[in-house]
Each structure stands twice: as structure tokens, then as C-alpha cells.
């Protein structure tokens, strides 16, 4: 009797086992399994086939990737390449211009727009936002047309300074370029972030007479904390994968001197009158890969905690 | 909650009149940022309104002007010159480019809002194991730079033989937009109330059923900002166009107007400038039609998390 009972309760649990598991696995998995496809196809089976091919030494003609395995050959040539390392340092400029420089002009636009008090700040925002929504393509060739040596920022400041032909200057005149373009979108997350200031302290404030410096350094600037590190991070990931301002408005040049990683990449792997080394170009990926994990656990941890 | 919250960031007015700047309590702080808002609007309008300009001179007074925006004689010739130029140069015409990138760009973001859609339904539905591994692996592959995909991916197409077809950039597209297209709809998805999903399953509705008539149409401003977001990513997208569209009848605009101005002849500087206008001009139509669900767009893809 007792051992009878027993076995119905344990029939019972495997029926219930598996509707269990008919909910709390199969169909949750049947509405996830296309994105987990497209995931494995697209991104993950490429990313590990690039890490391979960065050990291989081969062009776009061969028809077998796997031939001629060198061992570390690759990146042998990229770290005797004097113009790798000028692309690694023009990324790490460019990375933290857009990180201090942009971050710093779109806090101040933010405070400036959401505390000014002007009449019409939805339209002032949404002018300063606009260039986002441009291709970056459009934005460069616009530029490169204005800082031509006879161009319209040359007559404007009565000069003849070669500013996309310098040596020099060209990977500070594509910096500019992409803040130009990108200093509205961090305004916009920065106005989001603004709201949450709390109105209270600010008015207790008042009342015992802070300025508006006080005001912005102690409460306004660490209360919209997270938001700064949002737009750290974003610009971190985005200025890290820069390529078509650079592309359109230099080539990287002159003599190589404004490529970025992933120019350079493309210059050794798809460029017409590049080398055609793909292998080089896939141990650049390997290269930018191994950056970005880094940069994406902490995106990845802060998107979790959300803001 | 925070929903309303940053709707009312993106539409919501400024900070209340009584406790921002003013001219009498604070008037340097006034005064500063009336000045550093008028130079930044400059700075911001000056380019556009210069190409604009440019792409209006007739060839003569191309270096003729008042405050370098004015032109002194106006013409239309340059648009017709740059539509016909596209045509027999870059054997692709300016309608043909933007059948192209539309193609190319709205395959994509369905295929894509499609898939996430789903996947956001069963991450903010179901509690099951690997959750959180699943739904990190899948936003994880938004921070990975998308030229790393760029070789690999080339040979996978090749082999597949859509090289120099739409599905050469759509498959990929679909691939970068899922992450984003997720990290949207599942944060809108959670807001949905517990309550309305319960009493439909307690009717008998199934998963699909809720899916379907109780949380997507709930969801329409969520997708409307997603549709914005992805539209953006992908028509202004340069680098796989670039590499997997050889075929100029099928590139899309990006790649063929930097053909125009990057190519090996020097073009007009007239048709310079029409050139981009023409690449712009739909952008800027769009953008003021439905300013809000850009910014919100723009917004929500970062600040949801």
C-alpha cells in the first residue's frame, strides 16, 4: 500500500517534470533559438574562424585559407610595421578625445540647454543632435570639401593651412570631424540623465546661497554620475571602431600617418593597391578583438546594472 | 516608471523657469551660456547651410559670396549635373542607390526586429535556466567592432555565394542589429504588467497568442524607436557596403556618393556639394517627421539597459 502510493507520487513527478520542462526549457529556448542562430552563424563562428586565420598566411585569391600556416608571423609583421603602431596610437587619441574632449562639450551643452532657461530648447537640441543622424560618410565629405587648402575654413580664417595634408594634422583634423558629429548624441543621453537631478537639493541649495559652479560641481555633476560613465563607455566602444570618417577624409594618409586599426586593417586586406595579406588583417582583427573583450565586460556588467 | 521618466526627457521641457539661470540672480552664468550655446548652434548649422549653399552656385560665382553663405548667382544645374554624372560614371543612378540602400537597409531591420522580438519575448516571459547567460552572450556581441567580422564573414559569403547580392550586407546587418533590437524591446517588454499576460493565459490564450495580440501591440512605440535606430545603423552603415557590393548596379548610397567625391576624377565643386544634398535630403525629411522617435530612438538604445 505504502510502496504503491509511492510510485504513483513519482509517476506524477515525471509528468510534472516534464511539463516543467516543456515550459521552463523548450519553449523558452523555441523563442530564443533564431537569435541564438543568427548569433552562432554571424558573429561567433566568424569571430573564431578570424582568430585561426590570423595564424595563416594567405590572400584574397588563395581558395584554401588553411595552406601555409606561419605561427606568429603575422603578428611578427604588424609589430615591426612603424605604421601599425602609428594606427594603434591614432586609436588611443582618438579614444580618449572622444572620451574627455566630446564628453566635456556635451556636459556643459546639457547643463547649459536644461538649466538656461531658454525659450526654445527642444529646438536647440534637436540642432545640435542633427548631425547623429547624418552618414558619417556625408559629414566627412562635407569637411573635406571645407578644409581644402582654397576652402571655406581656410578663407574664413585668412590661412593656407593644409589641414587634411599634413602629416601632422590630419588624425587631429578627423578627431575634430567625429566630435562635430557625435557631441549632440551625448548631449541628448546627458539631458536624459539630467531629469533625474533632484529638484529639492538644488532649491535647499538656494537657499543657502550655493553658486551656480557650486551647484554644477557638487550636485548637479555627481548626481548624473551614472550617465557620464554610460557616455564613456559608448564612446569608448564607438570611437574604437571608427573607420569611415577616416576612410573618406584622409585614407589614413598622408604616408599613413591618420590610420586608425581598423583602416590599416582594411589597407591590408582589401585595399587596392594595399598588400593583400589577409592574414595581417586578421590578426589586426585578433588584436582589436583582444581590446574589446576588455572594454565589453565592463559594458556588459554596467548595462546589467542598468542606469 | 522609468519609462515615463525618459519620455519626459526626450519631449519634457527644460528645468522649471524659477530655478534655472537668470539674468538677475546669476548673470554670468547667463550671459556664458548664451554665448557657448550661440557658438555651438554656429558651429553645428554653418557646414550644413555652407554644402547647401555650395551645391546652389552657378560655376562662376562658386568662389563668390556674402559671409561665405550666400550665393550671388543660384542655379539647380548642379543637382541635374551629379544625378546625370552618378549615371554615367559610377554606372549606378541616384534612384537606383537609394532602391538599393532601401532594400538593403528595411530587409534587414524586419529580419532583425522579427528575431529579437521573439527572444525579448522569452528573456521578460519565461524564467528559465541560462537565462542570463543567453541574454548576455546575445547583448555581448554589440560591443564586438564590427570590421573584426569583416574578413571572415567575406569568405563565409563568398562561399555561400551571395558576394555582390543584397544578402551579402543583409545577413550581417541582421546579425549586428539583433543585439541592439534586443536590449530595447526586452527593457519594454518587463514593463508590460504581470497582470494583463496572467488573465490571458488564465483564458487559455497560449504563448503565442500573447505574444502576438497582447504584448507586441502594447509594444508599438518601443518598435517604432527600434525601427528608427536600426534605420540609421544600417543606411548610414559604410564598411561591409563597401567591401561585399562590388557590383556598382547594387551599392547603396554611402559607398557610391564617397565614389563620387573620394574617385579618381575631380568633380565640380557644385556637384560636390549637390551630391551630398542629395544624400541628405531624404535623412533630413525624415528626421523632421519624426523628430521625436529619433532622439527617443537614439536614446533608448543607450540609456535602456
Known amino acids: ?307 | 516608471m522609468a519609462l515615463g521618466k525618459r519620455k519626459a526627457a526626450i519631449q519634457g521641457d527644460s528645468y522649471n523657469v524659477k530655478y534655472g539661470f537668470s539674468l538677475k540672480k546669476d548673470p554670468g552664468i547667463f550671459i556664458l551660456s548664451r554665448v557657448v550655446i550661440i557658438i555651438a548652434i554656429i558651429l553645428i548649422v554653418f557646414p550644413i547651410l555652407y554644402i547647401f549653399s555650395l551645391s546652389i552656385r552657378t560655376k562662376a560665382t562658386v568662389y563668390q559670396d556674402i559671409l561665405f553663405l550666400i550665393p550671388k548667382a543660384v542655379t539647380l544645374q548642379n543637382y541635374k549635373d551629379a544625378w546625370n554624372y552618378a549615371a554615367t560614371n559610377l554606372n549606378v543612378s541616384f534612384l537606383e542607390m537609394f532602391r538599393n540602400s532601401i532594400i538593403a537597409s528595411f530587409s534587414s531591420i524586419i529580419i532583425a526586429i522579427v528575431i529579437a522580438a521573439l527572444a525579448s519575448f522569452s528573456f521578460s516571459q519565461f524564467k528559465f535556466k541560462g537565462k542570463e547567460l543567453t541574454f548576455t552572450t546575445i547583448i555581448a556581441s554589440f560591443v564586438i567592432p564590427a570590421q573584426v567580422l569583416l574578413i571572415p564573414l567575406f569568405f563565409i559569403l563568398q562561399k555561400l555565394g551571395v558576394i555582390n547580392t543584397y544578402l551579402a550586407v543583409i545577413i550581417p546587418y541582421v546579425g549586428f542589429l539583433i543585439p541592439i533590437a534586443v536590449l530595447i524591446l526586452r527593457s519594454f517588454f518587463e514593463e508590460i504588467p504581470k497582470e494583463i499576460k496572467e488573465s490571458a493565459k488564465v483564458d487559455g490564450a497560449s504563448d503565442i497568442r500573447v505574444f502576438l495580440q497582447i504584448v507586441l501591440p502594447l509594444s508599438k512605440p518601443a518598435i517604432a524607436s527600434c525601427i528608427i535606430l536600426l534605420f540609421l545603423e544600417t543606411w548610414n552603415e559604410f564598411i561591409f557596403a563597401l567591401v561585399y557590393l562590388q557590383n556598382p548596379k547594387i551599392q547603396t548610397i554611402t559607398v557610391a556618393i564617397a565614389k563620387i567625391a573620394g574617385g579618381k576624377y575631380i568633380v565640380p565643386i557644385g556637384m560636390y556639394g549637390a551630391s551630398i544634398m542629395i544624400t541628405i535630403i531624404p535623412v533630413l525629411i525624415i528626421f523632421l517627421v519624426f523628430q521625436k522617435w529619433f532622439i527617443a530612438g537614439m536614446t533608448l538604445g543607450a540609456v535602456k539597459g
Open chain 1, 1 to 307: 500500500m505504502h510502496l504503491f502510493m509511492e510510485k504513483k507520487i513519482k509517476s506524477q513527478d515525471k509528468n510534472i517534470n516534464f511539463g516543467k520542462f516543456y515550459r521552463n526549457t523548450l519553449v523558452p529556448y523555441a523563442f530564443t533559438s533564431p537569435a541564438l542562430l543568427v548569433f552562432i552563424f554571424v558573429i561567433l563562428s566568424p569571430v573564431i574562424f578570424s582568430l585561426i586565420l590570423s595564424f595563416y598566411k594567405f590572400t584574397g585569391f588563395d581558395s584554401n585559407f588553411f595552406k601555409q600556416f606561419t605561427g606568429f608571423e603575422n603578428f611578427k609583421i604588424l609589430f615591426h610595421d612603424k605604421f601599425f603602431w602609428i594606427s594603434l596610437r591614432n586609436t588611443f587619441y582618438f579614444v580618449i578625445a572622444s572620451i574627455t574632449v566630446q564628453i566635456a562639450l556635451a556636459l556643459i551643452i546639457s547643463i547649459f540647454i536644461f538649466f538656461g532657461n531658454f525659450k526654445n530648447s527642444v529646438l536647440l537640441r534637436t540642432i545640435i543632435f542633427f548631425p547623429a543622424v547624418l552618414a558619417p560618410v556625408a559629414v566627412s565629405l562635407a569637411w573635406r570639401k571645407m578644409l581644402e587648402q582654397d576652402g571655406v575654413v581656410n578663407r574664413i580664417f585668412h590661412l593656407s593651412f593644409p589641414w587634411i595634408s599634413s602629416v601632422h594634422a590630419a588624425i587631429w583634423v578627423v578627431i575634430f570631424v567625429s566630435i562635430w558629429q557625435w557631441t549632440g548624441y551625448n548631449m541628448v543621453i546627458f539631458y536624459a540623465g539630467l531629469q533625474s537631478v533632484d529638484r529639492e537639493i538644488l532649491e535647499a541649495a538656494d537657499v543657502d546661497g550655493a553658486t551656480w559652479w557650486g551647484k554644477i560641481m557638487r550636485i548637479i555633476i555627481p548626481s548624473i554620475f551614472p550617465t557620464i560613465i554610460l557616455n564613456v563607455i559608448l564612446n569608448l566602444v564607438g570611437s574604437f571602431r571608427v573607420f569611415d570618417i577616416v576612410y573618406v577624409l584622409t585614407r589614413g594618409g598622408p604616408v599613413h600617418s591618420s590610420e586608425v586599426l581598423t583602416t590599416i586593417m582594411y589597407y591590408y586586406s582589401f585595399s587596392a593597391n594595399g598588400p593583400n595579406k589577409m592574414g595581417v588583417g586578421s590578426a589586426i582583427a585578433f588584436i582589436m578583438f583582444a581590446i574589446m573583450i576588455i572594454f565589453g565586460v565592463l559594458r556588459v556588467r554596467f548595462l546589467k546594472r542598468g542606469v
